[in-house]
């Protein structure tokens, strides 16, 4: 297994570029920034289209982000904006001028993509898909693409499947490093949103441009606890999916707590199953509380 690290990584020219762009995306801080503050105001707050703008295009998207006081949006694969892999070239630098030319920044792309099926053919065909997407992302200018794990295929070893979505994965990063892409894996699916079993796949992947995107599941919560839980993939999250802060349903003040304790300085994205008839008038309710827990910023 590679002991390459992610410090490592930017040190090479690609990682360079990688993390130049990625920066100018707001997924990561840019290089040299040492500064605690400026770490912490990059903490940013930004919307997934799942489920609160599957109805909004590409237009409306952006405008009731910029609204709301959101800075970012992270666009899910099937809904109404159209963001997706059959845009031609034309189309696609569309997309992008219209983030150009807004105050709102595309932080990636949501893809259904997932890797554990025993099928050889159907983990190709997801395989292929992703960097269809990595492609997609590039040209409109997003700085990542979000993954995932969707469960454990009954009769087959836990250890293998892991194993094979770890491959999987690695597959996919090394391929999105050389478009500048950070490909995501959200914790998520029966099973495989356990964190001992994201840790493995990600130590499987082993790869610097592999990141989780930290999803505020019930389970986060069982076995060891959140500390616990946190820390086993803390220095390799990117994202985070938070869900209607307005909801007391899981512990939001500790979980700010430990971002900013690992001096995190990605996308904090809002999504949630439920619509409200206010969907503006939520998020703008929702920047409010997000700015007391990241601490004013």
């Known amino acids: 297994m590679s002991t390459t690290t992610r410090r490592d ?40 289209t799942y489920n609160w703008g599957k109805n909004w295009d590409l237009p409306t998207v952006i405008a009731n982000c910029a609204a709301a006081g959101f800075a970012g949006v992270e666009l899910r694969t099937t809904h109404k904006h159209g963001v997706e892999i059959t845009l031609n070239a034309d189309q696609r630098k569309e997309v992008a001028r219209r983030f150009a030319d807004s105050s709102v920044v595309l932080t990636g792309l949501g893809s259904v993509c997932e890797y ?19 492609r ?11 993954v995932r794990p969707n469960g454990l295929p009954a009769d087959v070893p836990v250890e293998k499947t892991l194993e094979q979505i770890g491959r999987a994965l690695r597959e996919v990063a090394q391929f999105g490093a050389e478009y500048g892409v950070a490909i995501r894996l959200e914790v998520h699916g029966q099973g495989t949103s356990e964190l001992p079993h994201i840790k493995t796949i990600m130590d499987v992947a082993d790869h610097p441009n592999a990141y989780v995107c930290w999803n505020c ?26 869900h209607d802060l307005r909801v ?18 990605g996308w904090t ?29």
Not at 33 to 41: F, G, H, L, M, V
Request: charged share 25%; net charge neutral.
């Open 9 to 48: 990584f930017f040190k090479s020219t690609s990682g360079a570029l990688l993390g130049g762009s990625l920066a100018l995306a707001g997924a990561l801080p840019a290089l040299g920034d040492t500064d605690e503050n400026s770490r912490q105001a990059r903490m940013r707050l930004g919307l997934v």
């Open 116 to 134: 554990q099926s025993p099928d050889p053919a159907v983990l190709q065909k997801n395989i292929d898909e992703t960097k269809a997407f990595v």
């Open 136 to 146: 997609l992302c590039h040209d409109v200018g997003g700085g990542g693409v979000k």
């Open 217 to 242: 599941n019930a389970i986060d919560l069982q076995g060891a606890g959140l500390d616990h839980n946190f820390q086993l993939v803390a220095d390799r999250i990117n994202t985070v999916h938070i």
């Open 248 to 265: 007391d349903n899981y512990p939001w003040k500790h979980l700010f707590e430990l971002l900013k304790g690992q001096q995190f300085s």
């Open 269 to 297: 994205l809002l999504e949630d199953g439920k619509i409200p008839k206010d969907i503006v008038g939520a998020m703008r309710e929702n920047r409010d509380i997000w700015k007391r827990l990241a601490g004013g910023v």
